[in-house]
């Protein structure tokens, strides 16, 4: 199983700006699928947006869609998530993991592995 450290997260005020990243830790030669994920205090995880492993394809949830874009360093496990125009709700601890093989646009986004590394906080307040 792939790990991931994520990093980029902060505190921002509402109509901010952050960008996190997602970077495997320890070598493959694999080139996988990932997506980033979130949970909010109380509330169950869920997926925000994931990339093909060829970055040709993206998915991002309704909520997120036309504020966040999500991107990849070529073939490497390297995942980042630009998010602009944030919301109080985007508050959570933001995770990335790795995804099915990912072919549509269409449907959530879904953990192959239910492994999780220590994500990283976001937090929308004024």
């Known amino acids: 199983q792939l790990q991931f450290v994520e990093s980029g997260g902060g505190l921002v005020q509402p109509g901010g700006s952050l960008s996190l990243s997602c970077v495997a830790s320890?070598?493959?030669?694999?080139?996988?699928?990932i997506g980033w994920f979130r949970q909010a205090p109380g509330k169950e995880r869920e997926g925000v947006s994931c990339i093909s492993f060829g970055g040709g394809i993206t998915k991002y949830a309704d909520s997120v869609k036309g504020r966040f874009t999500i991107s990849r360093d070529g073939a490497k496990n390297r995942v980042y998530l630009q998010m602009n125009s944030l919301k109080p709700e985007d508050t959570a601890t933001y995770y990335c993991?790795?995804?099915?093989?990912?072919?549509?646009?269409?449907?959530?986004?879904?953990?192959?592995?239910?492994?999780w590394g220590q994500g990283t906080q976001v937090t929308v307040s004024s």
């Open positions: 993991a790795v995804t099915p093989a990912i072919t549509t646009s269409q449907g959530p986004c879904l953990p192959r592995w239910d492994y």
């Open positions: 320890g070598s493959t030669s694999q080139t996988y699928p």
